[in-house]
């Protein structure tokens, strides 16, 4: 009982200690799942758009900020049908439900920017 006493009295401690040096910092657990480390390092790149890319988002009227925010934040990576191994980028399929309208990209991660290839909406 004695040596469960004293361990808490230093765990209690050095939790709230690592709490705010981490939060201080900014860092935080959100992007631990593989599905939200590929959506936060995309999202930290240069965006490049193809022209099939480019010409959908006119059609659709969907602007660069929209995809960020709404599009590409709120996604859903389908690892069965992206190609994450694949070099020198990897290929992703990302799946997002906006206001009930769902859209279907697909875009290559390199490492310095990130290159949209496919806008579908789907029904």
Sequence with gaps: MRK?????????PGLLIVFFILNKKGASCSGYLPNSRVIA???SKEFTYSEEFK??????????NFLKENILKKGEINFDK???????????????????????ITFEKCKNEAKFLTLKKLK
């Design 82 to 104: 992206s190609k994450a191994q694949q070099e020198p980028c990897p290929e992703y399929l990302l799946i997002s439900t906006e206001q009930n309208v769902h859209y279907e």
């Design 4 to 12: 469960l006493k004293f361990y808490f009295i230093g765990l209690i």
């Design 55 to 64: 010409t959908q988002m006119q059609s659709l009227k969907i602007d660069e």
């Design 41 to 43: 390092e995309t999202l």
